[in-house]
């Protein structure tokens, strides 16, 4: 079976760069496949255009879809899963891929009636953040990422959905060193264990 990664940080000097790294190693160990679409690497085009946007808010299909846009699609549908990793930046995805969404989720593809998008087995999210899950949880930070990431953005794309965050991880925190292995053997079981029996 195979996930599509969807990997979202502007430095390989980063600890979401291992979540990413010891994720894969967990889908190789169950032999599973995956592709990646390196977001930063790539320098996927962020800014949805005007034609873009008359496209998806007049919900004209006849308006053509760009190429980059297209090859995400394919592969969605080529995949079983799909999973997110990046690190929070503002409560939310990078600006990066909160762009992936808007140019990918495209009307006809993602939303609207007779949808081309294949409902996948699995939808996941890894994001490491500096504060803690206690801060989390009482500012309601995590209800927000829930609503948005799981609710909102997998919603019934996927057949099961699930929001890990690796906590603790800035740099000035003694929690990142002190956490550091649990989250990545966090990450390897998530990618082990992602596709179950299938
Ligand atoms: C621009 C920026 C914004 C950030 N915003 C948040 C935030 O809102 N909440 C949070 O918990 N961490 C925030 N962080 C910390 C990142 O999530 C942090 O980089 C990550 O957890 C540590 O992993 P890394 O070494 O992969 O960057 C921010 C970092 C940057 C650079």
Redesign the pocket.
Known sequence: MQAFIVYA?P?E???????RDSFMAGLESSGHSYIISDLYKMNFKSDISEAEYLREAHYRREVSVPADVIAEHEKINSSDAIVFIF??????A?AKLVGWFNRVWTFGFAYGENRSMKQLEKGLVL??????ME??HHTG?LNALEKVMLEDRLFDRVKSKELII??????ENPL?EQNWDDHLERAFQAGAGILGGL
């Open positions: 940080h430095s000097d980063s600890f979401t760069r291992h979540i690190p929070l930046f503002w409560s939310d990078p994001c490491s953040a500096g504060n803690t801060y989390f930070i690796m906590d603790g991880t800035s740099r990142r």
